[in-house]
């Protein structure tokens, strides 16, 4: 580490508690006082690097103190009174609690009234913001498009099983409905909006309370288990940015949402293979058959919502007295999908069909698959 060429006091008690530093090659870091010990004339600091974004998420009271500075490169550093730093030390996994600001403690509101040389240049209100774990806004072009794809797909998953079907065809509201419209000065930020009010507002609420430091993360991520497609989405969207170690900060209105790829690889985990891999969707898709086998029950749908084709199988324990399903035929399914993990970042579905039935009578055009 690099003692601070600069440090501003942020929270003051009796002495400065915790500090704003600026190193030497430019970034940001925070010192947090520990308790002294008796008789001792050392002073003892956990020093952690931040970064840029992260430093925007404190300050937008979107992310905790602990959840900044909690992490491999945090250390211990003790100094007399105005002395250099004379002692680094790897901070105890056994106590590692005692070393850190409580947890869901907050950067004080006055903190930028007090100091408003700390404030970040302000932006557009409405923009999602990358940044990879060396704390650089650049991005590799392809990680890009995993991550906005990821991204879009959670968001498609919660607006689907949380907003009824008739609600969705009433106001026209459908899924990829989100668009990037430019990008954000200032930083890697692309700025997004949905014709549809609150679609990606409540998406973002819903990724903060399923990965931030809420008490009712748990609830939260056990609700999930009544919505099957949001958790598979969550889990790659989490996979995603633990692979390509990259940060997200969503600034939409007044909704505040930061995912640390750290605290993704502990949602990731928590999910689980064991929690996703199978599931039955207890909702119906509303579909057209575009090409069929009979002899073996499967073929390909489109799914007219998500505009989405899907191989599917027929089950065999619904075989008998059910008619043929008619190539060109629009119905109504309810599926069962089953999840593998084959180390990818996306987990791969299969469709098994639990009830099929027609929404009208339709006219057969083929009943040969593709």
């Known amino acids: 580490m690099r003692p601070p060429t600069k440090t501003i006091p942020l929270v003051t008690l009796d002495e400065p508690v915790l500090l704003h530093g600026v190193e030497e090659n430019g970034r940001r870091s925070l010192w ?9 004339e050392w002073r ?43 002692a680094v030390e790897l901070i105890p996994e056994r106590t590692r609690d005692e070393y850190f600001p409580r947890s869901g403690a907050k950067l004080p509101l006055f903190v930028l009234d007090e100091n408003p040389a700390l404030r970040p240049p ?7 913001h990358f940044e990879n774990g060396a704390g650089h806004h650049r991005l590799k072009l392809r990680d890009l498009g995993a991550l906005a794809t990821a991204l879009s797909n959670f968001m498609d998953a919660h607006l689907f099983e949380t907003v009824s079907m008739v609600e969705r065809r009433e106001k026209g509201m459908k899924t990829g409905s989100v668009d990037a419209i430019a990008t954000a ?7 997004v909006q949905c014709a549809h009010a609150g ?23 056990s609700d999930l288990r009544q919505r099957p497609l949001t958790r598979i989405k969550l889990a790659t969207l989490m996979r995603t940015m633990t692979a390509r170690r990259v940060s997200m900060y969503a600034r939409v209105d ?17 999910l689980g ?27 390909v749908v489109l799914d007219i919502e998500q505009d989405e084709r899907i191989a599917v199988t027929h089950s065999l324990a619904i075989q008998q007295g059910v008619d043929p399903v008619l190539v060109g035929g629009r119905y109504f399914v309810n599926l069962n999908v089953s ?7 996306e987990l791969r579905p299969t469709y098994q069909v639990a009830r099929m039935q027609p929404e009208t009578a339709p006219s057969p055009v083929s009943t040969e698959a593709e």
């Open 185 to 191: 000065p200032g930083s890697f930020a692309v700025v």
């Open 339 to 345: 999840w593998s993990d084959d180390g990818s970042e």
């Open 44 to 86: 003892r600091w956990t020093w952690a690097p931040i970064t840029d974004l992260e430093w925007l998420a404190l300050v937008e009271q979107a992310v905790t103190i602990r959840e900044v500075m909690d992490k491999d490169e945090a250390r211990v550093v003790e100094q007399r009174d105005g002395s250099p730093i004379e």
């Open 273 to 299: 293979v064991a929690h996703i891999r199978d599931s039955s969707e207890p909702y119906p898709r509303l579909v057209d058959v575009l090409s069929w086998d009979l002899l073996n029950a499967k073929g």
């Open 254 to 270: 007044s909704t505040r949402t930061f995912v640390s790829f750290r605290r993704a690889g502990k949602v990731r985990e928590h």
């Open 199 to 221: 679609v990606i507002e409540r998406a973002l609420e819903a990724l903060r309370s399923l990965t931030g430091h809420t008490d009712d993360r748990e609830q939260a991520l």
């Open 122 to 128: 302000i932006d557009h209100a409405t923009a999602i």
């Open 32 to 40: 947090a006082k520990l308790r002294d010990r008796p008789g001792d």
